[in-house]
């Protein structure tokens, strides 16, 4: 069965303070690997996207690493600011050449950001 | 234009309603979804329609009724709803290409169903 993990649940940090997500996953066949930000009662919004050949991508102040020998994951935050607390998903497509992607959501980290 | 926008925000319905949710994108994707979250949990899959056709229903009720009417719209019939469907419904689209790529999904801000 798919799955995605994720760690930690919930995570609350100071303002300006960096921070690290971390995704575990046994989806098959691999296609990419996705991280969500998600503010409540809001659709989820992409951050980063990675295939399988890809290990890192950045995107402002989100950088997220892909081992898919591990099949791990992570988001690194820089310089958090309070307008990143939010729910961070990462999602795993199990897409098949030919057919709409699957995706694999994991639970999410909910990260608060404080003064 | 990139977005994927939803109609309406909100919506209280009782439970002898009738009542559609809309979905609508103009990216020119062929794949779109409906996926239904509950508080602090991760969205499922409801449906998936590739080119217009039903190609994926995850086992949901027949209150539930999907509807693809050309392929920038998608709408979402609901009927006879239990106050445990209440949640925020998201639809999605993604671009069909061949071979197989990326088919990222971009997410509508959802609508946030409440069943009396």
Known sequence: ?115 | DTEVTQTPKHLVMGMTNKKSLKCEQHMGHRAMYWYKQKAKKPPELMFVYSYEKLSINESVPSRFSPECPNSSLLNLHLHALQPEDSALYLCASSQQTFPLSYNEQFFGPGTRLTVL
């Not at chain 1, 989806?27 to 690997?33: A, G, R, T």
């Not at chain 1, 497509?93 to 990260?111: H, I, V």
């Open chain 1, 1 to 115: 069965k798919n799955q995605v993990e994720q760690s930690p649940q919930s995570l609350i940090i100071l303002e300006g303070k960096n921070c690290t997500l971390q995704c575990n996953y046994t989806v098959s066949p691999f296609s990419n690997l996705r991280w969500y930000k998600q503010d409540t009662g809001r659709g989820p919004v992409s951050l980063t996207i990675m295939t399988f050949s890809e290990n890192t991508k950045s995107n402002g102040r989100y950088t997220a690493t892909l081992d898919a020998d591990t099949k791990q994951s992570s988001l690194h935050i820089t310089a958090s600011q309070l307008s990143d607390s939010a729910s961070y998903i990462c999602v795993v497509s199990a897409g098949q050449t030919g057919t709409a992607s699957k995706l694999t959501f994991g639970t999410g980290t909910r990260l608060q950001v404080t003064l």
